[in-house]
């Protein structure tokens, strides 16, 4: 961790805090005046919000009108009817909506742009949060949009990328970053290029060598099980002092911390997220999940469609976007095979017509109806299409594109809130408006998949952060 860290415990949970150093005074004066953090008096300890209309995606449903009560960054109420506390701030928000704050499930904040582009080495055990840049010029305008945590994800091309984290934005009030969550995921990659090219032998060697990454890590389990045993007959012979012949004291084999990691996924202590675009990448993601007991987490997909029976049977969570196309970048030849094929397609091929274009065949994106994913209740969130940081300030948009592929508003409105505040393990503190959690929450000037309202005000730890 860089020196400019500190660790701070609370009710018995691990919280980190990121302290401006000197050098990053000046950076932070500008981030400061870009987000301008409100923090409540006193004597204005209470904040009530009144009149909204507020979904809560939580046990309450929809209040109209409702009343959100918010004390010392927490949520201590939520109803209908609430008298408000003396000396609390009351906000009249006729005619607004509330939603809790948006949780983008993958992100490449706080990364350079060398860093979402570098190969590398495989490297379990390579910790997110040791690499991240915490002055990121980008988050001001994804929190005015009303993203308020993001998982921040390893986005190098190798095919064990590392582990994740959850993080709480914006900054702390002196700058800090708090993490909601280390150790959120480990990353794995079925799909990757060698000279921009792929194909299905290519895919299925990666997937044996991500295999073959698992086998290592049980036959270090094994190897650590018959020291401790060993280790443990020597014991109780040192307190026997028979006249036997000395036992000789077992030597400890080396700590891997990489095999270490890989141990705790299969101990399901650690979700695998695994890239895979294509149906056999799906299906190789599946056995290594049940070979190894793993607890999947799949990104991108774009085949979904191909397989969902055995998406049906296995146990996983879905990241995804409706406007994914992996044929950009991962067809034979590349970007350059990609814009030939473009050249010679017609006006229809723009519109997913489900004509093959070149290499591979794409996903058939007329075919497919995101609300299949619903019914056969696989968990679903949306995630930006691309790597560009910034894309994480349209995840209402992504939302509005699932309405129009067939998804019901509420649930299109889940795969930005609550679903992948499940997915990611930080539902207990947001995701939805309910009594004891972190009061998250954006209010809008209207209903919130209606591409004309606009974010009006956005609260993080019950603190303004951005108001139009």
Avoid at 44 to 70: D, F, H, R, V
Avoid at 144 to 150: E, H, K, M, Y
Avoid at 388 to 410: H, K
Wanted: proline share 6%; glycine share 8%; with cysteine.
């Amino acid at each position: 961790m860089n020196s400019g860290q500190k660790t701070e415990r609370t009710g018995g949970q691990m919280k980190k805090v990121i302290v401006i150093s000197l050098r990053s005074l000046s950076l932070w004066i500008v981030f400061s005046l870009l987000l301008p953090l409100k923090p409540c008096s006193a004597a204005q300890e209470y904040i009530l919000l009144k009149n909204a209309k507020i979904y809560t995606m939580g046990s309450n449903g929809i209040l109209e009108p409702g009343m959100i009560l918010i004390k010392a960054g927490k949520i201590e109420n939520v109803g209908k009817n609430i008298d408000p506390p003396p000396g609390a701030q009351v906000l009249d928000l006729t005619g607004k909506t509330v939603i809790p704050g948006i949780v983008s499930a993958s992100s490449s904040l706080f990364l350079s742009e060398k860093d979402r582009a570098f190969a590398g080495d495989e490297n379990p055990d390579a910790d997110i949060l040791e690499g991240m840049n915490y002055f990121d010029e980008s988050v001001p305008d994804i929190v005015r949009q009303g993203v308020t945590t993001v998982y921040i994800s390893p986005v190098s091309f190798r095919t064990i990328g590392g582990l994740g984290a959850v993080v709480k934005l914006p900054a702390q009030e002196r700058g800090g970053v708090e993490v909601l969550k280390e150790k959120a995921g480990l990353r794995l990659k079925l799909e990757s290029m060698e000279n921009n090219k792929t194909s299905s032998l290519l895919r299925l060697t990666q997937y044996q060598r991500i295999r073959d990454f698992f086998l290592q890590a049980q036959e270090y389990r094994k190897e650590w099980q018959k020291y401790e045993k060993k280790q443990s007959e020597y014991q109780e012979f040192q307190k026997d002092g028979s006249d036997k012949p000395k036992l000789k004291e077992p030597e400890k084999p080396q700590r891997d911390e990489g095999k270490e990691i890989l141990l705790q996924a299969m101990d399901k202590k650690i979700p695998v997220r695994i890239e895979a675009h294509r149906a056999d990448s799906i299906l190789n993601a599946l056995r290594l999940g049940e070979e190894f007991g793993l607890r999947i987490v799949l990104e991108k997909c774009e085949d979904w469609p191909k397989v969902l029976p055995q998406l049906k049977v296995a146990s996983v969570s879905l990241l995804s976007n409706p406007v994914l196309d992996y044929r950009k970048s991962l067809l034979p030849g590349g970007a350059k095979g990609y814009a030939a094929g473009l050249l010679k397609a017609k006006d229809e091929d723009f519109f997913y017509s489900g004509k093959e274009l070149s290499g591979d065949s794409p996903s058939t994106k007329s075919t497919k109806n995101w609300s299949d994913l619903g019914a056969v209740k696989i968990p679903l969130a949306l995630i930006p299409p691309d790597n560009y940081p910034l894309s994480a300030r349209y995840m209402r948009y992504y939302a509005c594109v699932l309405v129009a592929q067939g998804v019901p508003e509420i649930e299109a409105l889940k795969a930005v809130t609550s679903t992948p505040a499940e997915i990611l393990g930080v539902s207990g503190r947001v995701g939805s408006l309910e009594e004891g959690k972190d009061a998250d929450l954006v209010v809008l000037t209207g209903e919130p998949l209606n591409s004309l309202s606009k974010v009006e005000i956005v609260f993080v730890n019950g603190m303004k952060v951005g108001e139009r």
